[in-house]
């Protein structure tokens, strides 16, 4: 059984302008240990496919269809009191700003203490052990001192690395982090991602890591989604994105990465244009505005996902051209693009 599955999950926001379709159609699946990145910029979705999988979206948001399993529960439209015994004790999340996260007028002992005593049976004397035990887990150092303190006396690693014990503390089989590392610097970032990918070996907990850039998860991930307007335009095995894209958003974020190895004076290539208004989403593919590729079918149709190699699915119309091209699409009765043939998995093998 999969520990945590994701069958086209649809997230909107009902405002006065409109509905937003900030998740339209997302499936995934995570297993024991394994550690999945979604990537994509600012309002491509990534934050909110994990607030609906906690069911912490607040109004005018609501989820709209899809199935979000959780070791063969399903969440979606589950009773509160079910939500609340798994939100923060089965599957724990990591926001981006712990500054904002943890209460100012509170000491750590004060919010640790009482997220531990809420999730767990233990009693206050246990629950302050176990919160000076994970401070120490995450390597803060004099940790009976940092108990004492508030938020604003630590550094913003520390305060990173409080979010992490917090979150931890009731030993979840699920950890979302969600860019734990956007405020800091590289330095710190280098740190948390290693911390992080210790733990995760360490206690072999499953990681649903959301960020920006590709390039802190290159060395974490076993799998990443790589979405663009609430869709995952891209999906697979990390090696097959990192050293085969085939959706043009994936190869763009690629390229705009810096090579440090590279001797020579190599400008970055930005994406063009600017993020599609979900307001105001086209008919075809939502990147085709921004996409030096395009073909008319891209703005008249949305891709169909197709395997474009083992493990390896993408919505990219580029891909059904090729593909046609060299004989490896298979279609339906009626012409609709299935699959590349090469791409099938073998029969018990991996599926995404």
Known sequence: MRLLE????????????????????????????KVLGIVGESGSGKSVTAYSILQ?????????????????????????????????????????????SLTPVYTIENQLVEAISLHTDRNKRQSRDRALEMLQLVGINDPEKRLKQYAHELSGGMRQRVMIAMALACEPDILIADEPTTALDVTIQA????????????????????????????????????????????????????????????????????????????????????????????????FAPRCDHAMKICLREHPREISVAQYHLSSCWRNVEEGIRTGMLETDETGEPIRIREAIPAEGGRTL
């Open 56 to 100: 912490i979206l607040t109004q005018p948001g609501r989820i709209v269809g899809g199935s979000v399993r959780f070791r063969g529960k399903e969440l979606v439209g589950a009773p509160e009191s079910e939500i609340r015994a798994i939100r923060g004790n089965k599957i724990s999340i990591i926001f981006q700003d712990p500054m904002t």
């Open 6 to 33: 994701v069958e086209n999950l649809r997230t909107s926001f009902f405002t006065p302008a409109g509905e937003v379709k900030a998740v339209d159609g997302v499936s995934f699946s995570l297993d024991h240990g």
């Open 191 to 286: 740190q948390i991602l290693e911390l992080m990918d210790r733990l995760q070996k360490q206690l072999g907990m499953a990681i649903i890591m959301i960020t920006h850039d590709l390039g802190v998860i290159a060395n974490l991930c076993d799998e990443v989604i790589v979405m663009y307007a609430g869709r995952a335009a891209e999906r697979g095995i990390a090696r097959e994105i990192f050293y085969n894209p085939k959706h043009e958003y994936t190869k763009g974020l690629l390229r705009s990465i810096p090579n440090i190895e590279n001797d020579e004076k190599e400008q970055l290539v930005p994406i063009s244009g600017t993020p599609v208004d979900l307001l105001n989403l086209p008919g075809g593919c939502a």
